[in-house]
């Protein structure tokens, strides 16, 4: 059962009747996906993990049916069965295709099936669509398209809300359009590398709609140590981002503050975000995670970052 820190007051997730901590527990890496962050996570890691998060004031889980090819949400399912209880535990899930598969409505709730499955509940309070630029966006719109799977989904009370997830911008800007989603996901477009979500955030909230802002530390570069290969995106840094990265490093530095709080920080702060998905691979990094998010931080620094990064040329 979550506990309640008053530092982090849970928020509105939009119209959805939903209230969520700023921060969200990333289950992505808890699947044992070596090959997209560089290192493996054992199943009684990840299993310790979730259950560390259940036990902590944050009550926002996110995960995904593709996550470890589904070992995210077996992992997850082994965490809930363990816990007495989880009523105020808001877990998401997201549908996905199969490899090389159709994104139909027919997928969406065989995506939906597994997942419940795997998580050993029987239905989620939240559902996302997720990564839909995968495809075209007038297939997943159509009349049997993955967007009117999730809507019966909506429909047959099986989830309490639909949301859409994806990185590229413009393209979660079409399925914002639709005005059939509460909430609106986008990853490591919103950071301290990168303004780019931006347009996106102002479209959500004049629709109505939900923002939560995911990978705050550009998938790794932004929490770690400038000593060993840093990670952004998925993939190893360029030059470019590690001198920008180190650039802001310094400026923490001379406030003595640490990078991955402001970093964090950043998106928690914006009343426009209603929460903040990082991922975690450790228990350990849970109360880690709250200490970043809760930290103080001098006003001098937001005020040299938004002049560092308008000469840097990343306010947009």
Same mark, same amino acid.
């Given at each position: 059962?979550?506990?309640?820190?008053?530092?982090?007051?849970? +928020?509105?997730?939009?119209?959805?009747?939903?209230?969520?901590?700023?921060?969200?527990?990333?289950?992505?890496? /808890?699947?044992?996906?070596?090959?997209?962050?560089?290192?493996?996570?054992?199943?009684?890691?990840?299993?310790?993990?979730? $259950?560390?998060?259940?036990?902590?004031?944050?009550?926002?889980?996110?995960?995904?049916?593709?996550?470890?090819?589904? !070992?995210?949400?077996?992992?997850?399912?082994?965490?809930?069965?363990?816990?007495? !209880?989880?009523? %105020?535990?808001?877990?998401?899930?997201?549908?996905?295709?199969?490899?090389?598969?159709?994104?139909?409505?027919?997928?969406? /709730?065989?995506?939906?099936?597994?997942?419940?499955?795997?998580?050993?509940?029987?239905?989620?309070?939240?559902?996302?669509?997720? &990564?839909?630029?995968?495809? &075209?966006?007038?297939?997943?719109?159509?009349?049997?398209?993955?967007?009117?799977? @999730?809507?019966?989904?909506?429909? $047959?009370?099986?989830? &309490?809300?639909?949301?859409?997830?994806?990185?590229?911008?413009?393209? @979660?800007?079409?399925?914002?359009?639709? %005005?059939?989603?509460?909430?609106?996901?986008?990853?490591?477009?919103?950071?301290?590398?990168?303004?780019?979500?931006?347009? /996106?955030?102002?479209?959500?909230?004049?629709?109505?709609?939900?923002?939560?802002?995911?990978?705050?530390?550009?998938?790794?570069?932004?929490? %770690?140590?400038?000593?060993?290969?840093?990670?952004?995106?998925? +993939?190893?840094?360029?030059?470019?981002?590690?001198?920008?990265? #180190?650039?802001?490093?310094?400026?923490?530095?001379?406030?003595?503050?640490?990078?991955?709080?402001?970093?964090?920080?950043?998106?928690? +702060?914006?009343?426009?975000?209603?929460?903040?998905?990082?991922?975690?691979?450790?228990?350990?990094?849970?109360?880690?995670?709250?200490?970043?998010?809760?930290?103080?931080?001098?006003?001098?620094?937001?005020? #040299?970052?938004?002049?560092?990064?308008?000469?840097?040329?990343?306010?947009?």
């Amino acid at each position: 059962m979550t506990t309640v820190n008053p530092l982090l007051p849970r +928020r509105p997730l939009g119209l959805t009747g939903l209230r969520v901590t700023p921060i969200a527990i990333g289950t992505s890496a /808890l699947g044992g996906m070596a090959r997209t962050y560089g290192y493996d996570v054992a199943e009684e890691d990840a299993v310790a993990t979730i $259950e560390a998060a259940l036990t902590s004031p944050v009550n926002f889980i996110d995960t995904a049916n593709e996550y470890g090819s589904g !070992a995210s949400e077996e992992r997850i399912g082994k965490a809930l069965a363990r816990s007495p !209880a989880t009523d %105020g535990v808001v877990l998401a899930s997201k549908a996905d295709p199969l490899p090389g598969g159709p994104f139909d409505a027919s997928r969406v /709730l065989e995506s939906f099936a597994e997942s419940t499955a795997r998580l050993g509940v029987e239905r989620v309070k939240l559902f996302y669509l997720h &990564d839909p630029d995968r495809y &075209d966006f007038a297939d997943i719109a159509a009349p049997n398209g993955a967007l009117s799977g @999730m809507e019966r989904l909506r429909a $047959e009370g099986l989830v &309490d809300s639909i949301g859409v997830a994806g990185g590229d911008v413009d393209e @979660m800007q079409s399925y914002v359009d639709t %005005g059939a989603f509460d909430v609106v996901l986008n990853h490591n477009r919103y950071t301290l590398l990168d303004r780019s979500a931006e347009p /996106l955030i102002r479209h959500a909230a004049d629709a109505g709609m939900a923002f939560v802002n995911a990978a705050p530390y550009g998938s790794g570069i932004l929490a %770690g140590s400038s000593e060993r290969q840093p990670r952004y995106r998925y +993939r190893p840094a360029g030059d470019e981002v590690v001198a920008t990265t #180190e650039r802001l490093r310094n400026l923490c530095r001379r406030f003595d503050t640490d990078l991955a709080a402001v970093a964090l920080q950043f998106s928690t +702060r914006d009343p426009r975000i209603a929460s903040t998905v990082v991922g975690v691979s450790r228990p350990g990094r849970i109360r880690q995670l709250i200490a970043n998010a809760t930290i103080p931080i001098p006003e001098e620094v937001w005020s #040299e970052l938004d002049d560092l990064t308008t000469e840097l040329g990343i306010l947009h």
